[in-house]
């Protein structure tokens, strides 16, 4: 593919709620632009972004498909991302790297709930935004009542640039406001404005030109003044205000009849800023704040927002290119891993295929083969830069499982291929807990967990059981308490003894175990000391009370006797463990538990609902407001009370509900629930031990 400059490129993430029609329009996009001889169907699984297999048999987006369009001269980069909120992650990188985003809505339903997530994550991240009202072929299709539902649910100053002309089965093609002019059919026949359309296409212009003078207080003068705007006027005041978000136009079309897909992009190209346009970029040099002007001639700097680890295409990076030129055969540096990297050809990605290119300029989307040790989020330089790209800031898993390998075979190949599928996504993580003796495998509900599972079976070739995950407690004391234990054994040849006075004491939280020597007057020679810690040491991963790790306990050996000839390290470790354990069980032991903070966003409407079911979670609210028209919530939760929340939140809002966690700090567990856990962790001891 041809190199294109910084101001030919646009970024533009196709972003909406699922089966809105964004892989469509990228696909009649690709299609209309000629980079396809044949327009591929979502039902036929012959799209260029829903190429994935899972993607092909669910007839739904799963991850960031990429469609690079050549059109007037210019480079579209379309990001094509899924609407299932699950897959937030894929939103997130393509939001990081787009300049725009355009929110897709169906011509019949209006905004549903993966619009209204998708506007306010182009909010949160101040990205300007389209409207496009697709499916206006569709038997009810509304123009009108799909923008009233964005006026009354999204908010802010909707301003139509494209007019549908006829709708649902009559629907024909569309008019381009500024353009005055008509696109028919599907090769966007340019055509004159239907007359029936003319007082319509009166009241558009003045809308836009009213829309484009308020941008900018000197237009608005020259307006209110009525003076006629020039044709650039009008432009620069309309980008200016859909950067600032102050104006949201308004498109319309028929993907999957591919009617209006030139006025979208002519308009997107038109109107969506450049990386010129948002230049300079925030980044961060040797620790300090710098700005990129994201010019051909600045330092190479290259972030990294996808990876594609797929078993069968091997490891794809995608990055974008903030700064300076790139072609390929280069060495370029990974800031944050501190190593070399070489790139090989770097190419454009259409769907899965790589289209070469000779190099490409600031602002432009490319990838590239075979990376050793660049992961999502790492920024490539050109050696001793040291520049560091924000990467993405992808959210916490909410939603684990425990996954159970169910052979030896499958136990062999688990954790290489979880590294596979992490290394992938950056919103699925996995660890191996031993305190809770299960792999968790996290991610952002149970439909990304479900397809991360079917990936390990189809990919990888591993298949495991999956189960709710236990909670990872932890042990402490609550009091303080003394106790000791003579180790004395004197059965045939050399004998053993060792006996240890000891204290145990709640210490301060984050120490583990802080172990102090009190014993003077030599009851027991200093050289044991250590052998003594040892001995409490062995039991700090499988705690006296049910088998959990203790944590913050302060052990002070103060007495104790030894035997000239029989005293040696092993008995004074086992006198010491069980020294330990006996002052532990006195000492009013305890479980800990993992708590979060929860910050919950909710329509106002569900804040009653939400607030009542937290009341039955042991959460303690911490804060509410209204923040965009929605109430945030922040509360703090036992982990526990979370394991399901993400599909629970789910229901409780009809999906409009989402929500972040973080873990703040181990809390003890209430004492009514302690029998609980004690009686589970013995049944389950013993169920390991009959195996
Ligand atoms: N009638 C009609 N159907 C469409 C249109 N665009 C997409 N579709 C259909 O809507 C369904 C979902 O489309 P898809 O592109 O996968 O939506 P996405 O989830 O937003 O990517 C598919 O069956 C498409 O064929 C359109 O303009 N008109
Ligand atoms: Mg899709």
Redesign the pocket.
């Given at each position: 593919m041809k190199v294109y400059s910084s101001d030919k490129i646009r970024n533009i993430a196709?972003l909406?709620?699922?089966?809105?029609?964004?892989?469509?329009?990228a696909?009649a996009m690709l299609h209309t632009t000629g980079a396809t001889n044949r327009l591929g169907?979502?039902?036929d699984g012959t799209?260029a972004t829903?190429w994935d297999e899972d993607e092909i048999k669910r007839?739904?987006?799963i991850s960031l498909g990429l469609a690079p369009c050549e059109w007037q001269g210019h480079k579209i980069n379309v990001l094509?991302t899924?609407?299932y909120p699950d897959f937030l992650g894929e939103v997130i990188g393509a939001l990081r790297v787009a300049e725009a985003g355009v929110v897709?809505i169906d011509a019949v339903a209006g905004v549903e709930v993966g619009t209204e997530l998708a506007w306010q994550y182009l909010e949160q991240m101040g990205k300007p935004r389209f409207l496009l009202i697709?499916?206006?072929?569709?038997e009810h299709a509304s123009f009108e009542t799909a923008l009233e539902s964005a006026r009354n649910t999204l908010g802010g100053n909707f301003v139509p640039l494209l007019l549908p002309v006829g709708s649902q089965s009559g629907f024909k093609g569309v008019v381009s406001v500024v353009e005055r002019k008509a696109y028919l059919g599907k090769d966007g026949k340019p055509a004159d404005v239907p007359a029936d359309m003319a007082e319509a296409l009166e009241e558009a212009q003045m809308a836009l030109v009213e829309a484009a003078a308020e941008s900018n207080d000197e237009l608005l003068m020259k307006y209110l003044d009525g003076v006629e705007l020039s044709a650039g006027e009008i432009t620069a005041g309309l980008m200016a205000a859909i950067r600032n978000r102050t104006v949201t136009p308004v498109l319309c079309?028929?993907?999957?009849?591919e009617?209006g897909i030139q006025a979208v992009m002519n308009t997107v190209l038109a109107l969506a800023p450049s990386p010129v346009d948002a230049a300079p970029f925030a980044a961060e040099q040797n620790g300090e704040p710098v700005e990129l002007k994201g010019e051909q001639s600045g330092p190479v700097a290259a972030l990294v927002f996808k990876t594609i680890a797929d078993p069968f295409v091997g490891r794809i990076t995608l990055f974008r290119l903030f700064s300076g030129s790139l072609h390929g055969d280069v060495r370029l540096h990974n800031v944050q891993k501190h190593a070399d990297e070489r790139l090989g050809q770097i190419f454009s990605l259409r769907g899965k295929e790589q289209l070469i290119l000779e190099g490409m300029a600031p602002g432009d989307i490319a990838a590239a083969a075979k990376l050793s040790v660049t992961a999502t989020g790492d920024t490539l330089v050109e050696k001793g830069s040291h520049i560091i790209l924000p990467p993405p800031v992808f959210p916490n898993p909410l939603y684990s499982v425990a996954v159970a390998p169910l052979t030896q075979a499958d136990s062999a190949k688990i954790s290489s291929a979880l590294n596979r599928l992490v290394e992938e996504d950056p919103t699925l993580r996995w660890n191996n807990d031993p305190s809770i003796r299960q792999l968790i495998l996290s991610g952002m509900g149970d439909v990304h967990i479900t397809i991360a599972v079917n990936r390990l079976k189809n990919k990888f070739g591993v298949n495991v059981e999956t189960s709710v995950p236990k909670v990872s407690y932890r042990e402490t004391v609550s009091r303080t308490a003394s106790s000791m234990h003579r180790h004395k054994k004197q059965t045939g040849g050399a004998g053993q003894f060792g006996e240890v006075h000891l204290r145990v004491e709640r210490g301060a939280e984050g120490t583990g175990l802080t172990y102090t020597w009190e014993v003077f007057g030599g009851a027991i020679s200093t050289s044991f000391g250590p052998s003594i810690e040892k001995g409490i040491r062995q039991v700090l991963d499988n705690g006296p009370l049910a088998g959990y790790p203790v944590v913050d306990v302060a052990v002070a050996v103060f007495d104790g006797k030894e035997h000239p000839v029989d005293s040696k390290d092993i008995a004074f470790q086992i006198a010491g463990r069980e020294a330990f354990k006996k002052a532990f069980m006195d000492a009013g032991p305890v479980f800990l538990e993992p708590i979060y903070r929860v910050e919950i966003t909710v329509p106002e409407g569900n804040m009653g609902d939400i607030l009542g079911d937290l009341n039955t979670r042991r959460a303690r609210v911490q804060g509410m407001d209204t923040v965009r028209g929605k109430s945030v919530i922040t509360a703090e939760a036992p982990f526990a009370e979370l394991l399901r929340y993400a599909n629970d939140l789910r229901s409780m809002t009809q999906g409009r509900g989402i929500y972040g966690i973080e873990f703040l700090r181990y809390e003890p567990v209430p004492s009514h629930l302690a029998q609980g856990i004690i009686a589970s962790a013995q049944r389950e001891r013993k169920e390991e031990e009959e195996e």
């Open positions: 196709l909406g709620h699922s089966g809105s029609g964004k892989t469509s329009l696909e169907r979502v039902e799209t829903d007839k739904q987006s094509d899924p609407g897709i697709n499916k206006m072929d569709r079309g028929s993907a999957s009849n009617l």
